[in-house]
């Protein structure tokens, strides 16, 4: 059973993106639940650096993984990043712009609104 589908404003979950699937559980929604096992709860904007950090980082979002249903990231993609990640990423200077709309309320757990505002896509 998957936690409610809440945004980062308590709202309910807007899709983050389908082409390609997202999500945790590829219902292109940044869902959570107990097997998501990395909290793919942000929805991102991926950008070419970020792809680079996250290679670098021993996760290559670029190589297509057909046995996943997987067809590898571009930049410009919308995809439902690890919290973990993506606070790596904030850190180190290189996060991706988020939409906030389609990112689960338990990112707050990990990030504070604020923050996350500042990297907002949508209108807030």
């Keep these: 059973m998957k936690e409610a589908s809440l945004n980062v404003f308590g709202?309910?979950?807007?899709?983050?993106?389908?082409?390609?699937?997202?999500?945790?559980?590829r219902n292109g929604c940044c869902d959570t639940g107990p097997f998501d096992v990395g909290t793919h709860t942000v929805c991102a904007v991926v950008t070419a650096e970020f792809l680079a950090f996250s290679k670098g980082k021993g996760n290559d979002l670029t190589r297509a993984l057909p046995q996943y249903n997987?067809?590898?990231?571009v930049e410009g993609d919308y995809w439902c990043l690890c919290v973990s990640r993506w606070l790596e990423a904030y850190?180190?200077?290189?996060?991706p712009k988020i939409k906030?709309?389609?990112?689960?309320?338990?990112?707050l757990d990990y990030v504070s609104l604020e923050v996350l505002t500042s990297f907002a896509?949508?209108?807030?």
Excluded: N
Excluded at 91 to 95: H, S
Excluded at 121 to 124: C, Q, S
């Design 11 to 25: 709202d309910p979950l807007i899709v983050c993106g389908t082409k390609p699937m997202t999500g945790a559980y």
């Design 70 to 73: 997987f067809p590898g990231l």
């Design 91 to 95: 850190r180190a200077g290189l996060a």
């Design 100 to 107: 906030l709309a389609a990112s689960h309320q338990k990112t």
């Design 121 to 124: 896509i949508d209108d807030v």
